[in-house]
């Protein structure tokens, strides 16, 4: 059998399939390479099921060959060859939420180990919970001896970690410098003003479990930093009202800020995929059979709406170790792969939840 002697970096096409993309690396014992497709996602196949597509010169539509092991002098005349069709990757859908045109952007430290804190390593992440983009920089250090420490653009809606900082280099990052610049892509937006600021993190916030609370967009507890709104505005409070506060026989109860849940759009489909949501009582089922169930109502509500172009529909599925929503990964990755979806809305859902767009 003649072999295709495909390399890292080929583009190639499957045999006995739809699709291929480009090789980002090969198991050569196995047989085995592994493509990535125009969405990004990197799938397994045999080698002997694929075929290497040339690489075109668009100038002159003739294959670029490799004569790097050639002399000269062996140079071959080339061959007009039909004409081979480059597909450019479809730019990914960006989906915006109701109230994401005010800037919301927040700094966020989750412990490693959180009952070690003198000890424990920080995960240091960006959290844009707007329609924006931002391109961001992070900057620590003190006076003339100033780094930056990540930079780069986060998608609307979206975080992205900065950093695993070590206990030891906590001091470093005491004096914090952000910048951001939201903007948005192919549209008319009304513009927002850049972002400037220095935030000063005393050291040993780090070591108080209090410094860490709840919050809408991790399950861990996490030290949040508002980016857009640093400082509070507390209300002003006349003397007669001190007076007669301190005069009174009755508490005076502080009401509550109600978090207000509301959707994007009304027509958006909420499925609860918690174990709790779809069974009374779990008594002599074992985790294997709670996954399966919440599997079968995952597929059962993607076949109720397959027909429905543009449904969305927001899977609850919880953080807790990752195992549903990995499943559902690999699903939407593979049996469901011409539907797009991303992460559900960080204010409405945290962590755990997976918003899918029928196409």
Known sequence: MQKNNIQKGDTVRFLNAVGGGKVTRIDAQKGIVYVEDEDGFEIPALERECVAVPRVNMETNFPLKDFSSKPAADIPSEDPVQNVKIETPKPVEIIETADGDE???????????????????????????????LFYNLIVGEKNQRKSVANGIIEPNMQEEISRIAN?????????????????????????TAIDLNLRIAPVKFYKLHSFTENDYFDELAMLFDLVKPKAIMPEISPDEIKKAMLSKEPVETPKPQRQKTLLNPKVIEVD???????????????????????????????????????????????????????????????????????????????????????
Not at 179 to 191: F, R, S
Not at 320 to 329: P, S, Y
Request: hydrophobic fraction near 35%.
């Open 103 to 133: 800037l919301r952007a927040l700094l966020a430290f989750i412990p490693i180990d959180i009952r070690n804190l003198q000890t424990s390593e920080y995960d240091c992440l960006l959290i844009n919970d707007s329609n924006y983009f």
């Open 168 to 192: 030891a280099d906590l001091n470093d990052w005491e004096n914090l410098q952000i910048q951001l610049v939201p903007y948005k892509q192919g549209k008319v937006y009304q513009p927002q």
């Open 273 to 359: 995929l918690h174990i709790h949501e779809l069974v009374d009582n779990t008594t002599g089922m074992s985790n294997a059979d709670m996954l399966q169930l919440q599997l079968d109502k995952f597929h059962g509500v993607i076949d109720e709406n397959k027909h429905k172009k543009g449904q969305k529909i927001v899977f609850i599925h919880g953080k807790g170790e990752g195992v549903l929503r990995n499943e559902i990964m690999k699903l939407l990755k593979t049996r469901y792969k011409s539907y797009y979806y991303q992460d559900a809305s960080f204010r409405e859902y945290g962590f755990g939840a997976t918003m899918v767009v029928i196409k």
